[in-house]
């Protein structure tokens, strides 16, 4: 039934992608995954390990609409509706429309935030993202948006998250943190969407972009009302740098975070270098690694990286094999070892 239905909602988007300044567009991803620690199994004693485990399947594909209407007067409306596939089902990533005009860019609804930016040279993976720990929020719903005008290559983008539900409501992980983060760990959520009754989130960035140079500074952070929980703050301030050419690129993320609870604080520190090189037109190696330091005591310092190949048949088209490492995240645990090989066609 959720195949029929898929087949039925690509029809009808179709239909739609043929008005005008409406575009069908989508991205099929499938890949194979070997896990060296996938599965928790218990032997005839009753002692758990953690033991291999390999899959096919879904690696990220989407479909969705985009267009704009040309208002006159230099003035621009645009929208997007992108759904992401996996197990067959389609959910909805991403729904925003907005206006574009001299004065800048100003959108609403589920869309990337600002600090998304700042990770465009620092992860050239196509299915091992080197990001243990890594708390930003780069996509949100409930949210309004604004881009300024491209200054000599500077822009400023900001944005307010508020979804209009108090703490203790049903979650709509409007704006929703890490598992693995220090936050999450002490309020016992990752989804912090309903910290206050009017705004919850914010986030800001400044950043340079020109002859293939990169340079990017965000701040975003929680605006938690003091009827959720008295003195709690959480931010995160990031640096993007990158450069790249057609030969190749790298890029450089660093973020620290503060987590303030009572008396109590905590500032773990993320930091990813990232780097493609194209030896032909077609082809390209890669490689991502990464450092978070937690700062909490019986929490190791996590290192992570992904070593990979990409051959492209077309623009279109590419494959890859990929290798990803992450290291023991506490004394005595396992590290992971992953390898994978994908297919990835965009339409």
Request: glycine share 12%.
């Amino acid at each position: 039934k959720s195949i029929i239905a898929l087949a039925v909602a690509a029809g009808s988007f179709a239909g739609i992608a043929q008005a005008d300044g409406t575009t069908l567009y989508g991205s099929v991803r499938m890949a194979y995954e070997y896990d060296s620690k996938g599965a928790e199994v218990a032997d005839n004693a009753g002692k758990v390990h953690k033991k291999s485990t390999s899959k096919f399947g879904d690696n990220g594909s989407r479909f969705g609409i985009k267009g704009t209407d040309d208002l006159g007067n230099g003035l621009e409306a645009f929208y997007k509706y992108e759904n992401r596939i996996g197990d067959g089902v389609a959910k909805t990533k991403k729904l925003y429309a907005g206006l574009k005009g001299g004065f800048g860019t100003v959108s609403f609804g589920k869309q990337n935030t600002p600090r998304d930016n700042l990770t465009n040279f620092s992860d050239p993976t196509n299915q091992f993202e080197a990001d243990y720990g890594r708390n930003a929020v780069t996509l949100s719903d409930n949210s309004a948006a604004y881009i300024s005008p491209n200054m000599g290559g500077f822009t400023f983008a900001a944005a307010v998250v508020a979804n209009g539900t108090p703490f203790g409501a049903d979650a709509t992980k409007s704006f929703e943190i890490s598992k693995n983060s220090v936050p999450a760990a002490a309020l016992g959520t990752t989804d912090v969407s309903n910290v206050n009754r009017h705004v919850d989130a914010y986030d800001i960035l400044a950043q340079y972009e020109a002859n293939g140079f990169y340079a990017g500074l965000g701040y975003q952070a929680l605006n938690i009302n003091s009827e959720v929980a008295d003195n709690v703050k959480w931010r995160n301030l990031g640096l993007g740098l990158g450069y790249g050419n057609d030969q190749f690129e790298v890029g450089l993320l660093a973020e620290q975070e503060r987590f303030k609870m009572g008396d109590d604080s905590v500032k773990p520190l993320f930091v990813r270098l990232g780097g493609l090189y194209n030896v032909t037109p077609m082809d390209a190696i890669y490689a991502s690694v990464a450092h978070y330091n937690p700062k909490v005591d019986g929490l190791k310092k996590v290192k992570s990286g992904t070593l990979g190949y990409q051959h492209k048949f077309s623009k279109r088209t590419r494959v890859w094999a990929e290798y990803g490492h992450v290291s023991k995240k506490v004394k005595g645990g396992d590290a992971s070892n992953k390898f994978g090989l994908g297919l990835r066609t965009d339409f």
